[in-house]
């Protein structure tokens, strides 16, 4: 069972005589883990969640990046995530499991597939330097069934730039501020917009930015309501939440 649709799936189709309760049994009993000695690959995880398991590839071997990808696909999982992969790492993976690279943000995409477009996040930047945090978070919240919309190099430092794009910001059922420098952006965001914006600080910036720390401090004084703030460089914690808000009327209303 890859996610909890699939498991309502079959429950309806017990409900209307088409699959027989034990069969339906012994999928649901299927074992909720697979210890690969190197990694215990949750298959239960979209289940209770809602989404795949998401696989860290930094500090992975290419085999065990590969092994772990293997088995969620063979037990029937479509568009892993796996985040923060190196390129060589990529080249060697790519070989043996069908994936989609993507350079930018460092993401690939195992057994891609299918998937819904629900909703509207923007994901907005401070300037280009922060795309490769941005991208991480859109491609998330793109593999996990949303419409992600992109607004790259729109930060205070020219301000017409964001206010020519408030009819896309108003629009949006969350959006994700990126900005490294002094992280300003998700303060004239949250000012602007009805919405909960989730604030990622970059480590984009000179000396005096310590790594994104002061980017990071800004964001948690904003003075605007609604503002919530991810780690720094956490482009796929900013993406998983923004999804998991997007599409919280859509649970209820299923």
Do not use: W
Not at 46 to 73: D, F, L, N, S
Not at 141 to 161: I, S
Not at 207 to 219: E, K, P, T
Not at 229 to 253: P, T, Y
């Amino acid at each position: 069972m890859d996610n909890k649709q699939d498991i309502l799936q079959l429950l309806r189709q017990v409900s209307k005589g088409v699959v027989a309760p034990e069969a339906a049994l012994l999928k649901l009993k299927e074992a909720p883990f697979e210890d690969l000695g190197y990694a215990k690959v949750d298959f239960h995880r979209g289940v209770r969640q809602g989404a795949a398991e998401v696989i860290y590839g930094a500090g992975k071997t290419p085999e065990q990046i590969a092994g772990i990808a293997r088995a969620m696909g063979e037990r029937g999982c479509h568009n892993v995530l796996i985040t923060r992969m190196a390129p060589e790492a990529a080249k060697q993976v790519g070989v043996s499991i069908p994936m989609e690279y993507h350079p930018i943000p460092k993401l690939a995409i195992a057994y891609p597939g299918e998937r819904a477009d629900r909703g509207n996040i923007v994901v907005a930047t401070g300037g280009t330097s922060d795309m490769a945090v941005a991208e991480e978070a859109a491609f998330t919240a793109e593999v996990m069934g949303n419409h992600v919309t992109r607004l790259y190099d729109v930060g205070v430092a020219g301000l017409h730039r964001l206010l020519s794009n408030l009819d896309v910001l108003m629009s949006a059922r969350c959006v994700v501020a990126v900005a490294g420098m002094e992280g300003a952006l998700a303060s004239v965001i949250g000012g602007l917009v009805d919405c909960p914006v989730i604030a990622v600080p970059t480590s984009v910036g000179y000396g005096a930015s310590f790594g994104g720390l002061a980017a990071l401090l800004s964001m948690l004084n904003s003075c605007a309501s609604g503002c919530s703030v991810v780690n720094i460089d956490n482009g796929f914690g900013a993406g998983f939440l923004a999804s998991r808000i997007n599409q919280m009327e859509g649970i209820k209303e299923e």
